[in-house]
């Protein structure tokens, strides 16, 4: 596609209940970067794709996040028992290489209540 | 590990007035930096980068950014603002160690706020 793409938009969720967020990276990107941004803050890592693995997933935050890339392009970001404080806007991005510019998707703003 | 500073969350400035963001960075390796905006509602945009070469990088909309390695700053200006610049404005780092490479590390933002 023409950018990165993410879905939905905007998801509103009840305490405890299990989410996904869906990725469209730019086709041919090889690396894929998720990051949660909260009101006032910069955004923040949590994980990184290099093709279907994992690079570095030093960000998530707990047990609860988990994040997968089976076939080296789209990818989903999973999070289990939601609390309120997983209320944020989750960005993601995807480069060419991991050397090479970032381009962001327009974010998903969850909201937990 | 590499972190951000951004030392001022917001700046005010008039229309046609320069101005300059400030950024400093902390890093044991060498690194890749990047400024990008946020206007309201949308996604980042990426402003300029600075991989090698020349220290003085201009970017997007009249942008500049000087590396400076002896400083650790990365500071972005622009000589004359338009009202619609306004925007959050984000500086960031890319480590090039083979551990974190591809982990852009990002600062708190500073908005930018240009009026008439």
């Known amino acids: 596609g023409a950018g990165v793409s993410q879905t939905p938009s905007n998801k509103v969720t009840e305490k405890g209940k299990y989410v996904e967020l869906r990725c469209d990276p730019i086709s041919g990107h090889t690396a894929l970067y998720w990051y949660r941004q909260s009101l006032g803050q910069g955004p923040e890592f949590l994980i990184y794709?290099?093709?279907?693995?994992?690079?570095?997933d030093s960000g998530l935050p707990n047990d609860r996040f988990f994040a997968v890339r089976p076939e080296g392009s789209v990818s989903t970001l999973k999070i289990q028992r939601t609390e309120r404080g997983d209320s944020a806007v989750y960005l993601c991005?995807?480069?060419?290489?991991?050397?090479?510019?970032?381009?962001f998707g327009q974010g998903t703003r969850l909201t937990v209540v | 590990a590499q972190s951000v500073t951004q030392l001022d969350s917001q700046v005010p400035v008039f229309e046609e007035a320069p101005v300059e963001l400030r950024c400093n960075y902390s890093?044991?390796?060498?690194?890749?930096l990047f400024w990008y905006v946020q206007y309201p509602n949308q996604g980042l945009q990426l402003l300029l980068k600075?991989?090698?070469?020349?220290?003085l990088v201009k970017g997007i909309n009249g942008f500049e950014a000087e590396f400076n390695k002896s400083q650790t700053s990365f500071h972005l200006r622009k000589p004359s603002v338009h009202i619609s610049d306004t925007a959050e404005y984000f500086c960031a780092v890319k480590g090039l160690d083979g551990g974190s490479q591809g982990n852009l590390i990002f600062g708190k933002g500073t908005k930018l706020s240009v009026k008439p």
């Open positions: 600075y991989l090698s070469g020349s220290t």
């Open positions: 890093s044991s390796v060498s690194v890749y």
């Open positions: 991005a995807s480069s060419w290489t991991g050397d090479t510019e970032a381009f």
């Open positions: 794709f290099q093709g279907t693995g994992a690079a570095d």
